[in-house]
């Protein structure tokens, strides 16, 4: 994996702004189609906020794989984009866009770096992010409560509370379920919002389910020991030695939104091809907008698809929009 120092300058065909799933996708689609490629994210690891938050949860809705962790996503994508040598630069943060005249675009880091490329695609994920918390668990941030779960042993034979009726919350207590002494989920709603397979897994499972609840206090001295919960029938007090606070997040583009972009509800918008407003600039995954868009992992990789395979395009007039295929060359030979 190559990196460049701070304050140097570096070019590529094409600059990835965001090393999580869809950016490393988009950096081997690049090297596919004979483009170099750079990746620039303010984490000092690929892998984005699946692999900064999530790197033990499990996945089940990437093609291909019937489960698999985001640690060993991020690290099977990093690996097949590792033939085509693209460069990183980890823990830098992507500043400003100015266009270039010889090259197309350069990108300027808080660092005082640039990169200058062809095209650029953005795969900043969902931004800057803040989680969402209640007021009660903030005093116990660090001694107890936490947004993710970066290492499953560490709450072995624990009681742990998760607060939350998204995916996540299903997903970390199913996780969480065979390794600590007790697991409880706390939504304030009668449903969750939560694919309906993790769903029915949870409610199959040994953990404890309270709907139409919510945590109110948290008790402890040093750290966490219990929390009380309000719920229709009155209030209770459940141990637990961890709080999964799994309550989704605050977005904002961050610098993005200065970057003369059209946004749409905090989203760029684009086109069928990825393409923003500004030429050779396209954007995918959880930071691109369009009508019906399903924000999938999955989805993502198809838009890193098209948007590089577009700027291929743009960048080479007269090379084909679907990407060449060894069969393609040897009947190329035979004719």
Not at 8 to 25: F, I
Not at 93 to 106: K, Y
Not at 150 to 159: N, T
Request: hydrophobic share 40%; with cysteine; glycine share 12%.
């Amino acid at each position: 994996m190559k990196t460049t120092l701070t304050g140097a300058e570096t070019s590529a065909d094409v600059a990835v702004v965001g090393a999580g799933p869809a950016g490393l996708y988009a950096a081997y689609c690049a090297g596919f189609r004979g483009l170099s490629s750079v990746l620039v994210d303010a984490l000092p690891e690929p892998g984005g906020q699946l692999a900064a938050l999530y790197p033990e949860k499990t996945i089940h809705d990437v093609a291909g794989h019937v489960a698999v962790r985001g640690r060993e996503l991020t690290d099977e994508l990093v690996a097949q984009a590792a033939p085509f040598a693209p460069r990183y630069l980890l823990g830098r943060t992507a500043a400003s866009l100015t266009p270039d005249g010889r090259s197309g675009w350069v990108i300027g880091l808080e660092d005082g770096g640039r990169v200058r490329a062809g095209a650029v695609v953005i795969a900043a994920g969902l931004g800057r992010s803040t989680p969402r918390t209640l007021p009660c668990l903030r005093p116990y941030e660090g001694r107890g409560v936490a947004y993710h779960v970066p290492r499953l042993e560490a709450h072995r034979d624990r009681d742990v509370v998760v607060v939350g009726g998204g995916d996540s919350a299903v997903d970390w207590a199913l996780a969480l379920a065979p390794i600590a002494r007790s697991v409880t989920v706390v939504h304030r709603r009668p449903s969750f919002r939560a694919h309906e397979h993790g769903v029915r897994r949870m409610y199959a499972s040994d953990v404890r389910v309270l709907t139409d609840a919510q945590v109110t206090a948290c008790e402890g001295v040093d750290r966490l020991e219990a929390v009380r919960v309000r719920t229709g029938g009155g209030e209770l007090t459940l141990p637990a030695r961890a709080v999964v606070a799994a309550l989704g997040f605050i977005t904002h583009p961050g610098p993005l939104a200065d970057w003369g972009l059209r946004l749409e509800n905090r989203q760029i918008a684009v086109d069928r091809a990825m393409r923003t407003n500004l030429p050779r600039v396209y954007a995918v995954g959880d930071i691109c907008g369009y009508e019906g868009r399903v924000p999938l992992i999955s989805v993502g990789f198809g838009e890193a698809a098209t948007a590089v395979n577009h700027a291929a395009v743009e960048l080479r007039p007269g090379s084909r929009l679907a990407p060449e295929h060894s069969t393609d060359r040897e009947a190329a030979l035979l004719s």
